[in-house]
């Protein structure tokens, strides 16, 4: 049974930092690329940052580019997100999400092209 646990979300002031985890069982974890998604309230969600197999290739939306980062460790098939400098406007719920295989451009940040999806962990900046 495939899982994606996320963890680390909590509430943290403007210019703070958090580090979302996202255990993964269930399937061969290093061959898929890895990625975070966000929601906001009444909005859209958006694909925030990749890592593709091995972690040879990372891609961010411009908006957190700069302050976040994105990891993964394949023996303890966990994937991590460190933000940094966070904003108001970083406040959503944060998901984890696997695709199959590499990833070669931001391209792969579409949401439909994810085939396994955690719950999601919410994260709050208060200014």
């Known amino acids: 049974q495939v899982q994606l646990v996320e963890s680390g979300g909590g509430s943290v002031q403007t210019g703070g930092s958090l580090r979302l985890s996202c255990a993964a069982s269930?399937?061969?974890?290093?061959?898929?690329?890895m990625a975070w998604f966000r929601q906001a309230p009444g909005k859209e969600r958006e694909g925030v940052t990749v890592?593709?197999?091995?972690?040879?290739?990372?891609y961010y939306a411009d908006s957190v580019k700069g302050r976040f980062t994105i990891s993964r460790d394949d023996v303890k098939k966990t994937l991590y997100l460190q933000m940094d400098s966070l904003k108001p406007e970083d406040t959503a719920m944060y998901y984890c999400?696997?695709?199959?295989?590499?990833?070669?451009?931001?391209?792969?940040?579409?949401?439909?092209?994810?085939?396994?999806w955690g719950q999601g962990t919410q994260v709050t900046v208060s200014s």
């Open positions: 999400a696997a695709l199959y295989g590499p990833c070669y451009s931001q391209s792969c940040l579409r949401e439909n092209s994810f085939v396994y």
């Open positions: 890592i593709s197999t091995g972690g040879v290739r990372t």
């Open positions: 269930g399937y061969t974890y290093s061959s898929y690329s």
